[in-house]
Antibody, heavy 116, light 109 residues
Framework: QVQLVESGGGLVKPGGSLRLSCAAS????????MNWIRQAPGKGPEWISY????????YYADSVRGRFTISRDNARNSLYLQMNSLRAEDTAIYYC?????????WGQGTLVTVSS | QSALTQPASVSGSPGQSITISCTGT?????????VSWYQQHPGKAPKVVIY???DRPSGVSHRFSGSKSGNTASLTISGLQAEDEADYYC??????????FGGGTKLTV
């Protein structure tokens, strides 16, 4: 079945870096745009980035542009999010999601906590 | 990009119908038919229940329906059941080539 599994979250100090991964299975990964979406505790989801099938088109939300970088490896069926200059307000569960004109499915998420 | 506007909470009794609104602008909901709705139970990832304004994924109950008028989209759940109690979020594509979500509505059954 279609499955997305995120990993790489954890506790990091303000100003630090973290790299998230998303392993895809059950579908032809290279045929789909992919997204990262985050959800801060008690808040609604916030879309933060998407990447085209070939990895040549990337878009970012204003809140992360210049600090986060999305990438993919179609040979490994994997999506990545490099997060630099992390701030307390980046604390959230980070989900990867397959893109149509909607998001389906979502992974189970990985928690990123930015705190000193 | 500003978030879409949803009521913080709605409630209904089993068997009743409820409607959740989602208000955007002429640059998102008002321009594109790429509105989707997500159901989220506590501790779980969101799950799509409506896409492209009014289409329902296979496996989602026919009790869920969506519509749009101008800059406002709506999700209607008929024949409320206890399992429908969850948070609901709307989302839309925008003219900035970005996605935007609503702040969420807590449904109490």
């Amino acid at each position: 079945q279609v499955q997305l599994v995120e990993s790489g979250g954890g506790l990091v100090k303000p100003g630090g870096s973290l790299r998230l991964s998303c392993a895809a299975s059950g579908f032809r990964f290279s045929d789909f745009y992919m997204n990262w979406i985050r959800q801060a505790p008690g808040k609604g989801p916030e879309w933060i980035s998407y990447i085209s099938t070939g990895g040549d088109i990337m878009y970012y939300a204003d809140s992360v542009r210049g600090r986060f970088t999305i990438s993919r490896d179609n040979a490994r069926n994997s999506l990545y999010l490099q997060m630099n200059s992390l701030r307390a307000e980046d604390t959230a569960i980070y989900y990867c999601a397959r893109a149509y004109n909607w998001f389906d499915p979502w992974g189970q998420g990985t928690l990123v906590t930015v705190s000193s | 990009q500003s978030a879409l506007t949803q009521p913080a909470s709605v409630s209904g009794s089993p068997g009743q119908s409820i409607t959740i609104s989602c208000t955007g602008t002429s640059s998102d909901i008002g321009f594109y038919n790429y509105v989707s709705w997500y159901q989220q139970h506590p501790g779980k990832a969101p799950k799509v229940v409506i896409y492209d304004v009014s289409d329902r994924p296979s496996g989602v109950s026919h009790r869920f329906s969506g519509s749009k008028s101008g800059n406002t989209a709506s999700l209607t759940i008929s024949g409320l059941q206890a399992e429908d109690e969850a948070d609901y979020y709307c989302s839309s594509w925008t003219a900035s080539s970005l996605w935007v979500f609503g702040g969420g509505t807590k449904l109490t059954v």
